[in-house]
Antibody, heavy 122, light 107 residues
Framework: EVQLVESGGDLVQPGRSLRLSCTVSGLNFGDNAMSWVRQAPGKGLEWVGF??????????EYAASVKDRFTISRDDSKNIVYLQMNSLKSEDTAVYYCTRRDANNYDRFDYWGQGTLVTVSS | DIQMTQSPSSLSASVGDRVTITCRAS??????LNWYHQKPGKAPKLLIYGTSSLQTGVPSRFSGSGSGTHFTLTISSLQPEDFAIYYC?????????FGQGTRLDIK
């Protein structure tokens, strides 16, 4: 069974940093691209970014709203993908979901974690 | 950026009804269109990928069609568990973008 478990969500002040983790089991993590999607309270879904697998260079792509503030990385030895969030703003308040990006099937996001809540407030 | 526009924004229907939700892309995305639904407090669930391919485990009452800029999701006979918010997503180009969502409520 494939499982994605996010952790690290918290209440944080504006301007501070936070790192989220997503631990993956049940699939060959190193062969997969991983993505982050967020959802502000009562709002729709917003793609944050993704990281390609090592075989595709491990390169990353970001939404404009988080570029230069957020960094996605991965540790293939631990099956974990990270989202480092710096210079947090109130508008970053959201549930953050980790997803698998299936590059072999229309880049679908087929597996999702349960989400972790980040609240940015003073 | 490719903008995804869903219609309607909300919809009321009854169990057993046939329902169609439309998603329009601001430019050609070939068939890189996926559909999700989301229930309160839960993660989104993939229903359809590549415009018309049914995700494993998803009931056959769900179907998708379209290409280019115009796509539809059809539920042939609504069941109680189908009342949720539906989102389309284009995975053709970066940035990946979602539609704004369609809320499907019980009439």
């Amino acid at each position: 069974e494939v499982q994605l478990v996010e952790s690290g969500g918290d209440l944080v002040q504006p301007g501070r940093s936070l790192r989220l983790s997503c631990t993956v089991s049940g699939l060959n993590f190193g062969d997969n691209a991983m993505s982050w999607v967020r959802q502000a309270p009562g709002k729709g879904l917003e793609w944050v970014g993704f990281i390609r697998s090592r075989s595709y260079g491990g390169t990353v792509e970001y939404a404009a709203s988080v570029k230069d503030r957020f960094t996605i990385s991965r540790d293939d030895s631990k099956n974990i993908v990270y989202l480092q969030m710096n210079s947090l703003k109130s508008e970053d308040t959201a549930v953050y979901y980790c997803t698998r990006r299936d590059a072999n099937n229309y880049d679908r996001f087929d597996y999702w974690g349960q989400g972790t809540l980040v609240t940015v407030s003073s | 950026d490719i903008q995804m526009t869903q219609s309607p924004s909300s919809l009321s229907a009854s169990v057993g009804d046939r329902v169609t939700i439309t998603c329009r892309a601001s430019q050609d995305i070939t068939t890189y269109l996926n559909w999700y639904h989301q229930k309160p407090g839960k993660a989104p669930k993939l229903l359809i990928y590549g415009t018309s391919s049914l995700q494993t485990g998803v009931p056959s009452r769900f179907s998708g069609s379209g290409s280019g800029t115009h796509f539809t999701l059809t539920i042939s006979s609504l069941q109680p568990e189908d009342f949720a918010i539906y989102y389309c997503l284009q995975s053709y180009s970066i940035p990946i973008t979602f539609g704004q969502g369609t809320r499907l409520d019980i009439k």
